[in-house]
């Protein structure tokens, strides 16, 4: 039997047409395609700019340096995130505060407001396989303190919290890597509402550069290219179907895996909706196989799996003796690492591919 990936990407006609359009035109850097991609993202989140940038990395950089986050503060962010959240904090400076999750496995807003202090700068939630974190009581709490509200959107092209848009809420960052929801291989996209962090992105990405050989700032290339935001256009497309086939798998995969012994399915709290980047179950410390043996024996059955983190981003002694490192202490979170497993959720999957994943998961635990 064919093996079930947990990630799939499938790139068409539309991908090679907008392609072969920008090969043919000759201007392979950032130009017209990538304005495209960026007003696709505008209309998307519903800010008044995107601004593509190289990496959804790239985007979490300069989107806190753009915000004027930098040495002497603190960003609370979640733990359990990959690792990308972490080093753009440190990258630019600032020192990494840990706030628990709740059950969304995002950051729980009453630890976040915990650790707020005179250093504290900004909040940095991730909306962790494409569920958003509790965005009006995240910015409850940074308007209370003048905080900058910086999303890790990276996988949660689409979702939405108490109807707006993951990214809409101050500054928000996208990663186009090659299994996002939406791809260009590599890219990013920051968006937001503020004109002056907008300008700041624009200049950071391109060398700090105003107009021609005028420097204003000390930037980088951290540009997106047209060959790159082709894709993403005919991917942008794809997004509105490819969102409900990812939403249509996950409630098949709910409603075939409940009441499983020892595992715990994911929920989607009221008011939000959850773009299923993953679908991610709980294996339960008294569960009849470890997560280890359950990803084993459905590798075996043909039905691949994802451990998506198996450790907290700063637990790796590059992060852990960092002095930008502030252990606090987050034991939902590290129980959370410790039992998360990944089934396949992709909108390429059919109606058999889902029933061999329930069923695989039911035979191993029930
Ligand atoms: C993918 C990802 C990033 C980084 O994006 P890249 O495009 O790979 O640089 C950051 N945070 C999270 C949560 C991600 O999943």
Known sequence: MNPIRVTEVHLGDEEEKLVLEVLRSGHLAQGPVVA?????????????????????????????RAAGIGRGVEVITSPFTFVATLSAILDVGATARFADVGDDLCVDPGSVAGLV????????????????ADLPALERIAQAHRLRLVE??????????????????????????ATKNVTTGEGGVVTTDDDDVADRLRLLRNQGMRERYRYEVVGTNARLTDLQAAVGVAQMGRL??????????????????????????????????????????????????????????????????????????????CFAEHPGVVPDPT?????????VL?????????????????????????
Do not use: M
Request: proline share 6%; with cysteine; charged share 15%.
């Open 152 to 177: 890790d959107a990276a996988q949660a092209h689409g979702a939405v919290v108490a109807d707006r848009a993951a990214g809409s809420w101050d500054i928000g960052c996208f990663s186009l890597y």
């Open 117 to 132: 202090n005179d250093h504290t700068a900004a909040i940095l939630p991730v909306h962790l396989f494409g569920l958003p």
């Open 240 to 317: 509105p179907a490819y969102a409900a086939a990812r939403a249509a798998n996950a409630a098949r995969l709910l409603d075939g895996l409940a009441g499983t012994p020892g595992l715990a399915l994911p929920s989607v709290p009221a008011g939000r909706t959850h773009a299923w980047h993953q679908f991610t179950v709980r294996v339960l410390p008294d569960a009849r196989l470890d997560r280890t043996a359950l990803a084993a024996a459905l590798a075996a059955d043909g039905v691949e799996t994802g451990v998506y983190y198996p450790r907290l981003a700063w637990k790796y002694a």
């Open 342 to 366: 990944s089934l396949p959720v992709h909108p390429h999957l059919t109606g058999g591919d889902l029933d061999r994943v329930v069923d695989a998961v039911r035979r191993h635990l029930g």
């Open 331 to 339: 034991p939902k979170a590290a129980a959370a690492a410790a039992q």
């Open 36 to 64: 495209r991609l960026e007003a696709g993202f505008c209309d998307l989140v519903g800010t008044a700019h995107a601004v593509a940038v190289s990496s959804g990395t790239a985007a979490l950089q300069l989107g806190l």
